[in-house]
């Protein structure tokens, strides 16, 4: 691990006079046509600053290299280009790469960067802190900030894109927060994410990972895109669930299961369940049992995850080997299973962790 704490940004243009400016990333294109119109400009200047600002992910005006210079100047008097500041990160000997950024505001959200060969995967937040509570969660044991917006997911993403110097192959809402508390800014991302206008990332390689809100899993699977659903399941026994993940104890498994049915049928996608094996708590003989009536005759994936160890937790990974027994036991029902790799294990990798350890200092 390489902490690389407290440094500043370069990409961070702040300065006291911003506060009044109003963010470019949150101008619509109707906004933007309305302020080219003002700057006297012609309309195609709009699609030259769409580019910028998403697609190649500009951080300063000045990048703006086919802008007039009193343009950009006239957009640097008008608006703010205020990328989050990187307040740390961590690297890891797998290549990940862990980041804590700042918001203007003085919000933090963790994101993480996992290239593989020539592909590099981005893991964003949804919400600063998150009000789910679960348990194993160091996220959840700090409670919601607020929701993020849009653009700040967004610049996550452009955030880690920036400094891997390489393209984005998938992102997975699956920092910290609820994606589907958060739920029309998450639709919004994942749209900008997969336009060609945006980074032209496939829907299918566009993940959201909800606890299990069920009215939104009902909402997400009328949207017309592709996109690829998550749930965090970590147990079939309801009561084990409702310790690990209180937060979603008003919807019960069965509900939870009859959605699924539906949003099978609906869709077509295979949804992914994901399963954090936890020493003790939810990898008993009963468990597997539940998990496999839950998943068995459905289009369904398991991960099983390696937990990340959040010092102080009462909770620890189960033994690989155990993890095998479930992906060998699931898989005579006919159950895929897979067992996720703990990326970034020697840094603060858990969601959350980062930032708590920051607080703690
Ligand atoms: S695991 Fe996810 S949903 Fe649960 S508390 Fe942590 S951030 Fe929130």
């Known amino acids: 691990m390489y902490p690389d704490t407290n440094s500043s940004n370069n990409q961070t243009s702040s300065n006291s006079a911003s506060s009044s400016r109003r963010d470019l990333r949150s101008f619509s294109h109707n906004e933007l046509l309305e302020l080219m119109d003002q700057l006297h ?32 100047e006239s957009l640097n008097k008008r608006t703010v280009l205020q990328g989050p500041q990187q307040i740390a990160r961590q690297l890891s000997q797998d290549g990940s790469r862990k980041y804590l950024l700042r918001y203007p505001d003085n919000t933090t959200v963790e994101c993480v960067g996992m290239p593989s060969g020539a592909k590099l995967a981005v893991c964003a937040s949804t919400q600063a802190g998150c009000a789910m509570g679960c348990s194993f969660c160091a996220t959840g044991a700090a409670g919601l900030a607020r929701s993020l917006t ?89 009561k084990t669930r409702d310790v690990l993940m209180p937060g979603v104890r008003k919807y019960s498994l069965l509900h939870l299961y009859d959605v699924m049915g539906e949003y099978v049928d609906k869709t077509g996608r295979r949804p992914t369940y994901e399963y954090a094996l936890i020493g003790g708590v939810n990898d008993s003989d009963s468990e597997l049992g ?9 289009l369904a994936h398991v991960n099983l995850i390696q937990l990340n160890e959040v010092p102080g937790s009462r909770f620890h990974p189960s033994s690989p080997a155990r993890a095998q027994q479930f992906v ?14 703990s990326r970034g294990a020697d840094i603060d990798a858990a969601c959350g962790q980062l930032s708590q350890k920051l607080r703690q200092q």
Not at 174 to 188: A, R
Not at 328 to 341: C, P, S
Request: some cysteine; hydrophobic content about 40%.
């Open 290 to 298: 539940a998990l496999r009536d839950f998943c068995c005759g459905t």
């Open 328 to 341: 060998n036991k699931l898989g005579e029902v006919g159950v895929e299973a897979t067992i996720r790799l």
């Open 150 to 238: 849009a653009s700040e997911i967004y610049e996550q993403v452009i955030h880690v894109r920036n400094d891997f110097e390489t393209r984005v192959s998938s992102v997975v809402l699956m920092g910290q927060g609820e994606p589907f508390m958060n739920y029309d800014n998450t639709l919004s991302v994942l749209r900008r994410l997969n336009s060609p206008d945006g980074l032209g990332i496939g829907a299918r390689h566009l993940t959201v990972s909800t606890c299990g809100v069920i009215p939104m899993i009902k909402r997400f699977s009328n949207e017309p895109e592709q996109f690829t659903l998550a749930i965090s399941l970590h147990s079939a026994v309801q």
């Open 41 to 72: 400009q012609p309309k195609f200047r709009v699609q030259q600053i769409e580019e910028w600002i998403w697609s190649k992910g500009a951080v300063s005006f000045e990048d703006m290299s086919n802008l007039p210079k009193s343009l950009r």
